[in-house]
C-alpha cells in the first residue's frame, strides 16, 4: 500500500473523528434511529452511549422516564460533553412511573399491587433508609414516595394511620399531611395503600418511584459534562452522610469539571445535587461495623480518599449555578470530599426539609462537608425546615458572599472548621443568624437580624490543610474564638426565635452555648493572642490548651448594635443604639425579591476601614491567609449588589450606597 495514502487516510480520519457532533433525543424518536433531528434517538441513555467528548446531546420537549447514566465524559474544559434542553422547550427526566391500576378499598383508601419484577433489580418501596447520622424516628421510612399531580404524600408507619389519617405536626403543610400512604412487600408483590382524600388516582397524574436517580454515572471519573435546562423530579434518593456515597436527583459521582446550570431540581427524597464522595473510602461504617464512632469514621474516610486521588488534579472544580431546587427532606445540595474548589451561585433554593418526618445531622439548603476554596455567592435560600447553609468539617479557603437567605430556621450554621473562611455581604433575616462552632472565620459587611450561638467543641480533633491543598496539616480541636467581625450590623428584628436542638453540640458539655442578638456572648474570649496564650498553663516549655473559661481572641470592629444587639466587650469604637427599632421586611414580587429597610444615621458613624488580606491576618490553627478561592489576595471592596465600597472608610452592612430613613433594595 501506498504510504502517503495511509499518511492520508489517517489524517482525514483523526479529522473527520474530532468533529463535534450533535444528536437529538425525542419522545417520538427510536433508538434505532441515527440521532439527528430528523431521525432523533428516543432515550437519553442511547445517546449518552455515543456521545464523546466535544458531542452535544440535545433533548427536545417531553418527559423521559429513565436514569440518565452517562458512560463517557469530556477531556477539558474545552472539550467537553454538553447534555441539554432543546432551547425553549421543556424537558422532564423523572425518577418515577405512571401508576393507573389503583383499586378501591373503601372511602378515600386506594391500593397498588405490582409484581417486585416491575421494579426490575430496584424496588423504592424495599430499600429503607438507613445510614450514619440518620435519625428515623423510631420507625421505617422507604426511598419510594407517591405523588399526586406532581406533589408527595406522606408515608405512614401502619395501614390504619392511612384509614385514620392525623395532620402531622412537624410538618409545614398540615393539610397535606393526611395524604398519606403505606407499603408492604412479601410473596413477591408490592402493595401500595394510600389516602387521596377524595381524589380518584386514576383519573389524576398518580405517580411512583421506581428509580433511585435521575442523572448521575455509575462510574466515578465521567469528567467535565456539562447539564443545562432540564427539570429532573422524584428520584429515590439515600440518605447522604459523609461516610457514605452520597447521591443525589443529580450529580458527578467523584469526577471533575461539571457544569450543572439553569436546571429544576425537585422532590428528591433526601438531596437534589451531589457533589459527594463515592462508596469506597466507606459505606455507614458507624451504623454497620458499631466498632468506632461516625466521627472517627469520618477522619478516615479522609485519609482514604487522599489514598485514591482525592486531588484538585482528578476531583471537584464544578460550577453548579442559575438552578432552583426545591421539595427535598435532607438537602439542595449536599457533598462531601467532591465539592472541593467548586463555584455555587445564583441558586434559588427552598422548602427544603419541610416534611419533617425523619431527621439527621444532615439536613440544609447546602450542606457541605470539605468545602476547601469553594465560592458560594448569589443564592437565594429561604423557607427551609432547618438550616440555610451549613459549612460542617474542613471548610477552609471558601467564602460565602452575598447571599440571601431568610424564613429559615437558621441561616447559616460553622462547625469545626479552623478556617481561614470567609463570610462577608449576606443578608441574613432568619430566626437564627449563625451558630459559629469553628474558629478562624471572618464575619463581614453582613446584615444580621437573628440571634447567633457561639461554641467551642473540645472533644473532636478535625483536620485542617495546607493552603488551597487536599492535603493535610493536622487535626485540632475547636478552643474557640480566632474569630473576626468588622463592619457588620446586628438589627434584634426577629425576637421569637426559634429552639434548635443540637445533640452533638450539647453532648460536648460546654458552657458557652446560648442565643444572642450580636456579640455579647464573647465577653468569655480574650482581647489578644497574647492574653490567650498567658491563660494556658506551660509545661515542658510547651503550650498545652486547658478546658479554662478564657478562650482564643476575637477581633472585632466597625460594627453597628441596633435594639437588643449587644457588642464584644472589647470592641473599640462601638455604635450601638438600644432604642432603635430597625425595619428589615422582605417582599416577594414574582421572582424578583425587595428589602423594605428604615435605618438609623447611627450605622454611618461606625469607625470603619477595607476588609483585606493583611487586616484578617492568619488563622492560628491553620496559619494561612485569608484569601480568595483562587489564592488571590482578599478586598472586600464590593458591596452586596457588586457596587464599589469606599477604600478608606466603607459602610457597615452589606450595601454602600444606604442612608437613613426607609429605603426600597431590589436584592434578587
Known amino acids: 500500500m501506498n504510504k502517503n495514502f495511509v499518511v492520508i487516510f489517517c489524517l482525514f480520519f483523526s479529522l473527520t473523528h474530532s468533529i463535534a457532533r ?25 445517546a449518552a452511549k455515543k456521545a464523546k467528548a466535544g458531542d452535544t446531546v440535545t433533548v427536545h420537549a417531553g418527559t423521559y422516564r429513565e436514569w440518565v447514566n452517562p458512560v463517557f465524559g469530556g477531556t477539558s474544559n474545552i472539550k467537553r460533553i454538553l447534555y441539554r434542553a432543546a432551547p425553549d422547550e421543556q424537558v422532564f427526566v423523572k425518577g418515577s412511573e405512571v401508576a393507573n391500576n389503583w383499586q378501591l378499598v373503601n372511602g378515600n383508601v386506594w391500593k397498588l399491587t405490582l409484581p417486585n419484577s416491575y421494579f426490575g433489580n430496584y424496588n423504592p418501596y424495599q430499600d429503607t433508609i438507613y445510614a450514619d447520622w440518620f435519625n428515623a424516628k423510631g420507625r421505617v421510612h422507604h426511598t419510594g414516595e407517591v405523588y399526586l399531580n406532581g406533589k408527595s404524600l406522606y408515608e405512614v408507619e401502619t395501614l390504619k394511620k392511612v384509614e385514620l389519617p392525623k395532620p402531622l405536626t412537624d410538618a409545614t403543610d398540615q393539610a397535606g399531611s393526611l395524604f398519606t400512604w403505606y407499603c408492604e412487600s412479601k410473596n413477591g408483590f408490592t402493595t401500595i395503600w394510600a389516602n387521596f382524600q377524595g381524589k380518584n388516582p386514576n383519573k389524576e397524574l398518580t405517580e411512583i418511584n421506581v428509580r433511585s436517580t435521575c442523572f448521575y454515572p455509575a462510574q466515578t471519573g465521567i469528567n467535565y459534562l456539562t447539564v443545562r435546562g432540564f427539570h429532573f423530579s422524584q428520584a429515590a434518593t439515600q440518605f447522604a452522610p459523609p461516610t457514605a456515597e452520597q447521591n443525589g436527583a443529580v450529580g458527578p459521582h467523584w469526577a471533575k469539571g461539571w457544569i450543572i446550570e439553569n436546571n429544576i431540581i425537585s422532590d428528591s427524597k433526601c438531596s437534589g445535587i451531589s457533589l459527594g464522595k463515592e462508596g469506597s473510602t466507606g459505606q455507614n461504617f458507624g451504623v454497620n461495623k458499631r466498632l468506632k464512632s461516625g466521627f472517627q ?23 453548579v449555578r442559575n438552578n432552583t431546587i426545591y421539595n427535598c427532606e435532607q438537602a439542595g445540595i449536599v457533598g462531601h ?12 433554593i427552598y422548602n427544603i426539609y419541610t416534611k419533617k418526618q425523619f431527621a439527621g445531622d444532615e439536613m440544609a439548603g447546602i450542606k457541605l462537608h470539605a468545602a476547601l476554596d469553594v465560592a458560594i455567592h448569589n443564592n437565594r435560600i429561604h423557607d427551609n425546615g432547618t438550616m440555610g447553609i451549613w459549612m460542617d468539617w474542613q471548610c477552609q479557603g471558601t467564602r460565602i458572599s452575598s447571599n440571601l437567605l431568610y424564613r ?16 462577608d455581604n449576606n443578608i441574613l433575616l432568619s430566626p437564627e443568624g449563625f451558630f459559629d462552632f ?38 485540632a480541636t475547636i478552643v474557640g474564638g480566632d474569630t473576626r467581625f468588622y463592619n457588620n450590623i446586628f438589627a434584634s428584628i426577629n425576637t421569637e426565635s426559634k429552639k434548635i436542638i443540637n445533640e452533638e453540640a450539647n453532648a460536648a458539655g460546654n458552657n458557652d452555648r446560648g442565643g444572642a442578638f450580636g456579640l455579647d456572648l464573647y465577653n468569655i474570649y480574650s482581647p489578644s493572642l497574647q492574653a490567650y496564650l498567658d491563660s494556658l498553663k506551660k509545661e515542658n516549655n510547651v503550650y498545652v490548651v486547658t478546658f479554662a473559661k478564657v478562650k482564643q481572641p476575637v477581633w472585632a470592629a466597625g460594627n453597628v448594635y441596633w435594639g437588643e444587639a449587644k457588642p464584644f466587650i472589647y470592641e473599640k469604637n462601638t455604635v450601638q443604639d438600644c432604642t432603635f427599632k430597625a425595619k428589615v421586611e422582605v417582599e416577594e414580587r414574582g421572582n424578583e425579591v425587595y428589602l423594605h429597610l428604615k ?70
Open 438 to 475: 469553628s474558629e478562624g472565620t471572618a464575619f463581614a459587611h453582613n446584615l444580621i437580624t437573628g440571634k447567633t450561638i457561639h461554641k467551642s467543641v473540645l472533644n473532636r480533633y478535625t483536620p485542617y490543610h495546607f493552603p488551597h491543598s487536599t492535603q493535610l496539616a493536622g487535626t
Open 22 to 46: 450533535e444528536f437529538h433525543v425525542s419522545i417520538t424518536g427510536n433508538d434505532d434511529n441515527v440521532g439527528t433531528a430528523n431521525a432523533p434517538f428516543r432515550t437519553i441513555n442511547w
Open 408 to 423: 429559615n430556621t437558621l441561616d447559616i450554621m460553622s462547625e469545626v472548621n479552623h478556617g481561614p473562611f470567609v463570610v
Open 599 to 668: 435605618m438609623d444615621k447611627s450605622f454611618t458613624k461606625a469607625s470603619t476601614q477595607l476588609i483585606t488580606t493583611d487586616l484578617l491576618g492568619m488563622p492560628r490553627i491553620a496559619d494561612a491567609p485569608f484569601e480568595n478561592p483562587d489564592g488571590s489576595y482578599l478586598r472586600i471592596d464590593q458591596d452586596y449588589l457588586g457596587k464599589p465600597r469606599n477604600p478608606n472608610t466603607p459602610k457597615s452592612g452589606p450595601f454602600e450606597f444606604l442612608t437613613d430613613g426607609e429605603q426600597v433594595i431590589k436584592v434578587w
Open 337 to 348: 470530599l467532591g465539592c472541593v474548589f467548586s463555584e455555587i451561585y445564583n441558586n434559588h
Open 297 to 319: 469514621y469520618q477522619l478516615e474516610v479522609v485519609f482514604k480518599a487522599i489514598q485514591i486521588g482525592w486531588n484538585r488534579e482528578s476531583i471537584g472544580s464544578h460550577i
